[in-house]
C-alpha cells in the first residue's frame, strides 16, 4: 500500500518496459465517468496515439480484461482479480472491517476506510446499516470506489498528513474540478482545508463532493504514528442538525482509531 508520506518506486529508465506502463494506462483509462471507450476516447485518456491505443485494447480483449462489440471496449469481471487478491492479502481491510462492523451496528450510519492513491482516494473497507446500503451505493461509495481527494473528507486528512514538500508536489500536479458549489477548486482554499485538518486531526467536508452528502474523517495512524489511511462516516441523511451530527460521531471514530492504531 502507498502510504501518503512515501513516494511511488523509481526504476532505471531500463528497467521500465514501456509496454506494460502503457497497457496500464489504457486499463487505468475506464472508470465511472467512461465505462466504454473506443479507440479514440482511450487514446485521448492514456495520452497514446490513437493507432497504439487500438493495439493495447485489443491485446487486452484478447487476455480477457476487456470485453468488446468490434467498436467500444470495457472492463470484464476479470479485472477483479487484482482487487479481489488484494483484499484477501491487505491486512488494513482485514483488521478494520470488524471495527466498521460495530460502529455501523452502533449507529446506523455508514463507515469507510480510505487510502491514497495519486490525487484519488481508494475505499478498501466499508460498512453500513442494511437499509443506508442503497443510497451509499447511489452516491459512488462502494468497496473499491474512487473519489477526488480535494472534494472529500478523508482526502483532507491524508493530505494533512504530507510533509510541505510533498503536499506543495500534490498540488502542482492536481487539477481541482468542480463538483458542487461547495468544491475547493483552487489551491489556497485547499490548502486552507487541509492545514485545518491538520490542526484539528479530523475534518467536516459538507457537500463538497455531493449535494446532500456531508462527510467526517479523522487519520488512522499505525504503532510508530504513520499516517497510513482514513476513517470516515457518510451521513445516509441530512442531519437535521449536522454539527449536533459531528459532535455525536466524532467521538466514536477517534476511539476507533486509536484502537486500531496498534493493529496496523
Same mark, same amino acid.
Given at each position: 500500500?502507498?502510504?501518503? &508520506?512515501?513516494?511511488? &518506486?523509481?526504476?532505471?529508465?531500463?528497467?521500465?518496459?514501456?509496454?506494460?506502463?502503457?497497457?496500464? #494506462?489504457?486499463?487505468?483509462?475506464? =472508470?465511472?465517468?467512461?465505462?466504454?471507450?473506443?479507440?479514440?476516447?482511450?487514446?485521448?485518456?492514456?495520452?497514446?496515439?490513437?493507432?497504439?491505443?487500438?493495439?493495447?485494447?485489443?491485446?487486452?480483449?484478447?487476455?480477457?480484461?476487456?470485453?468488446?462489440?468490434?467498436?467500444?471496449?470495457?472492463?470484464?469481471?476479470?479485472?477483479?482479480?487484482?482487487?479481489?487478491?488484494?483484499?484477501?492479502?491487505?491486512?488494513?481491510?482485514?483488521? #478494520?472491517?470488524?471495527?466498521?462492523?460495530?460502529?455501523?451496528?452502533?449507529?446506523?450510519?455508514?463507515?469507510?476506510?480510505?487510502?491514497?492513491?495519486?490525487?484519488?482516494?481508494?475505499?478498501?473497507?466499508?460498512?453500513?446499516?442494511?437499509?443506508?446500503?442503497?443510497?451509499?451505493?447511489?452516491?459512488?461509495?462502494? %468497496?473499491?470506489?474512487?473519489?477526488?481527494?480535494?472534494?472529500?473528507?478523508?482526502?483532507?486528512?491524508?493530505?494533512?498528513?504530507?510533509?510541505?514538500?510533498?503536499?506543495?508536489?500534490?498540488?502542482?500536479?492536481?487539477?481541482?474540478?468542480?463538483?458542487?458549489?461547495?468544491?475547493?477548486?483552487?489551491? #489556497?482554499? %485547499?490548502?486552507?482545508?487541509?492545514?485545518? #485538518?491538520?490542526?484539528? =486531526?479530523?475534518?467536516?467536508?459538507?457537500?463538497?463532493?455531493?449535494?446532500?452528502?456531508?462527510? $467526517?474523517?479523522?487519520?488512522?495512524?499505525?504503532?510508530?504514528?504513520?499516517?497510513?489511511?482514513?476513517?470516515?462516516?457518510?451521513?445516509?441523511?441530512?442531519?437535521? =442538525?449536522?454539527?449536533?451530527?459531528?459532535?455525536?460521531?466524532?467521538? %466514536? $471514530?477517534? =476511539?476507533?482509531?486509536?484502537?486500531?492504531?496498534?493493529? $496496523?
Amino acid at each position: 500500500m502507498t502510504r501518503p &508520506t512515501e513516494a511511488p &518506486t523509481t526504476i532505471a529508465p531500463a528497467d521500465l518496459i514501456a509496454g506494460m506502463a502503457k497497457g496500464m #494506462a489504457v486499463l487505468e483509462s475506464f =472508470d465511472t465517468q467512461r465505462q466504454r471507450l473506443n479507440a479514440t476516447l482511450a487514446a485521448q485518456r492514456a495520452g497514446l496515439t490513437r493507432a497504439a491505443a487500438r493495439r493495447h485494447l485489443l491485446t487486452l480483449a484478447h487476455l480477457g480484461y476487456l470485453e468488446t462489440d468490434g467498436s467500444h471496449f470495457w472492463l470484464s469481471a476479470k479485472v477483479l482479480r487484482f482487487s479481489g487478491s488484494y483484499l484477501a492479502s491487505a491486512r488494513l481491510p482485514r483488521v #478494520a472491517q470488524p471495527t466498521l462492523n460495530h460502529l455501523a451496528a452502533l449507529t446506523g450510519e455508514s463507515f469507510s476506510v480510505v487510502v491514497p492513491d495519486g490525487h484519488e482516494v481508494v475505499i478498501v473497507a466499508r460498512s453500513g446499516p442494511p437499509g443506508a446500503t442503497a443510497r451509499a451505493l447511489a452516491h459512488g461509495l462502494h %468497496l473499491g470506489a474512487r473519489l477526488p481527494a480535494h472534494a472529500t473528507s478523508t482526502g483532507h486528512v491524508l493530505l494533512a498528513a504530507l510533509s510541505r514538500q510533498a503536499l506543495d508536489a500534490w498540488c502542482e500536479g492536481a487539477t481541482l474540478p468542480r463538483l458542487t458549489a461547495h468544491t475547493p477548486t483552487r489551491a #489556497a482554499a %485547499l490548502r486552507r482545508g487541509i492545514a485545518r #485538518a491538520r490542526r484539528q =486531526d479530523w475534518y467536516l467536508a459538507s457537500e463538497t463532493h455531493e449535494i446532500g452528502v456531508h462527510a $467526517l474523517a479523522v487519520p488512522l495512524r499505525d504503532a510508530s504514528g504513520r499516517t497510513v489511511a482514513a476513517l470516515n462516516v457518510v451521513a445516509v441523511a441530512v442531519p437535521p =442538525d449536522l454539527e449536533r451530527w459531528r459532535e455525536r460521531l466524532l467521538p %466514536l $471514530l477517534q =476511539d476507533a482509531a486509536q484502537e486500531l492504531r496498534g493493529l $496496523l
